[in-house]
């Protein structure tokens, strides 16, 4: 890959993503040093994801590598496409304003809300028994 790199960081659920574009690139993607296609082998997932340069026009002009842990495969993907979003900023401002209209710039905050006590999940009761 290229020396010189723009980052961004991308935040979903419980997932957090490194994201570097490497200026000059063929279109390599990696996600956690294996092929993106490989790593998120569901339908939509990749396209997901490339979602920001789709917007910008930007596709296949970037190496971009990716370091992502924790949650599950959406949260995850989620993450990448936020980083990839941010990252982009980085390279031009004038790309915020095809962004944000496709609202790509907007970390999606809802996080997964915690167990009560006598409950079976978050607010699912058990089912109540008159005898």
């Known amino acids: 890959m290229a020396s010189q790199y723009f ?6 659920k419980a997932s957090s993503a490194r994201v ?6 063929t279109g390599n993607f990696l996600i956690n040093d294996k092929d993106a296609r490989e790593y998120l082998p569901r339908a939509g997932d990749y396209e997901i994801m490339l979602q920001p340069l789709t917007v910008v026009g930007q596709e296949g002009s970037y190496d ?4 992502v842990n924790g949650g599950g495969i959406s ?10 979003a941010r990252a982009l900023l980085e390279i031009d401002g004038e790309f915020r304003g095809q962004l944000k209209p496709a609202k790509l ?16 999940r978050a607010r699912k009761a058990p089912t109540y028994t008159k005898r």
């Open 7 to 12: 980052e961004g960081i991308g935040r979903r």
């Open 20 to 25: 570097r574009l490497y200026t000059g690139g």
């Open 64 to 67: 971009i590598s990716v370091h």
């Open 75 to 84: 949260g995850q993907r989620d993450a990448i496409r936020l980083g990839i």
């Open 105 to 120: 710039l907007t970390r999606d905050a809802r996080e997964k809300e915690r167990k009560k006590p006598g409950l079976k």
